[in-house]
């Protein structure tokens, strides 16, 4: 691990992300100082654990450019922006301004497999994570999945592997990050208040490969214009996989079987999609992602195999909460763009009362309105973007909305107008922070209002 000995950090957020950080950096002999924006009375819990480290605190406000030369690092959280003036300072003085997940990679022993994209994040890297865990029993599952890189690195040796969900905030600030096997699922517009275009964000998520050589992996979706295009831009060796077309060499889906395709042999297929436990064609491309992983990483296919049918989900990603009178309901709290959402609307079968909304992240929600039509028989609409998707709505000519103030006022809605065979789906195309801490707390709350339906 590199030296951090003696070293003064600052350590910018002090919500999970920020925590891991200060965490281990202190380990590592750092003298940390952490910074937020909330007040102190806001982050109770925080301050409690901080504290608890001997770690003092800048809150309530931004430090000041002037604060910059005070220290020898900048470890930035992913929802703190890296264009900040006192960030921008550090930065001229030649002072390192880095994230969490660099953080975590330099003092990480472990090969990394590191998974980005607009959507499908989470479900295949989880996915990932169980079929490299077969093999290799110490592997973690790190990153934007929820669990902070930094807290698991220090228990990682060279025969593990780190498993990483990786967001486009987070390669903002990667500087040597390198993974092994490095993927990108899919491109599309998302995070434009931040990122201002797409090109922008799309450029970010290539970031991911800039390190990369030949003794490296990309896996990329041939389907996707974007990844075909970066495919050429890239040094490591690119691993395609696809859910429309047969390929020569990569993994590809076949009818109702997925198959690996390598040269010098022929094609084997690994499992037939009725064999998994996730639904909707958006799994599948999940599941051909994470299997070209799994490849890459020397995990044998019947090892694969096993993990694959094995596999259920992963929370607030269309995960089934209950059935109630007839009717099923889904939180699917992740779906936080547009993109993410229509793959839900296309996955359930069943007509969809469907509860969305939240802070809004620039999106056109047009193209998501117009998958409603057969589909979904009623929007419930909450949250700062309400008039937003309501205008849309009427543009499309679909008048079946509500808009209503909270969770628990969208649940009871819900209810009332649902009937037997339909299913009530929390699919918001929407960031959760107008309402909510994240979409963890958001799909939480739904699923405790839904469960005392029944009671």
Known sequence: MNSFS????????????????????????????????????????????????????????????????????????????????????????????????????????????AITGTNGKTTTTALVGAIVKKKYPGAETVGNIGVPFADKVCGLTETDYAVAEISSFQLETAVTFKPYIAAILNITPDHLNRHKTFENYAAVKEHIFKNQGPEEFAVLNFDDPFCVKAAGRISSRVVFFSGSQVLREGVYRQGDGLYVAMPGSDPEKIIDTGELQIFGRHNIENALAAIACGLCAGVPSDLAR??????????????????????????????????????????????????????????DFGGWVKTFQGRVKRIIVLGEVADKIIDTCKAYNFYAFDRVKSMKDAVALAYREAER???????????????????????RIFKQLVAELGE
Request: glycine share 8%; charged share 25%.
């Open 6 to 113: 003696g070293k003064t950090v600052l350590v910018c957020g002090a919500a999970r992300s920020g925590l891991a950080s200060a965490r281990l950096l202190k380990r590592l002999g750092a003298r940390v100082t952490v910074q937020d924006l909330k007040d102190e009375a806001s982050l109770a819990d925080e301050v409690k654990i901080l504290n608890e480290m001997d770690v003092p605190c800048i809150f309530g406000r931004n430090p000041h450019e002037k604060e910059a030369p005070a220290y020898d690092l900048l470890v930035l959280s992913p929802g703190v922006p890296s264009d900040l003036p006192f960030v921008e300072e550090a930065r001229k003085l030649g002072k390192p301004v880095w994230g969490e997940i660099e953080l975590a990679y330099v003092c990480c022993r472990a090969p990394v497999i």
């Open 421 to 443: 065979g339909d299913c009530v789906l929390l699919s918001p195309a929407c960031a959760s922070f107008d309402m909510f801490d994240n979409y963890e707390q958001r799909g």
């Open 306 to 363: 096993d993990a694959l049918r094995e596999f259920t989900g992963v929370e607030h990603r269309i995960e089934f909460v209950m059935e109630l009178n007839g009717i099923k309901y889904y939180n699917d709290s992740k779906a936080t763009n547009t993109d993410a959402a229509i793959k839900s609307v296309q996955a359930i079968e069943q007509p969809i009362i469907l509860i969305a909304g939240g802070s809004d992240k620039g999106a």
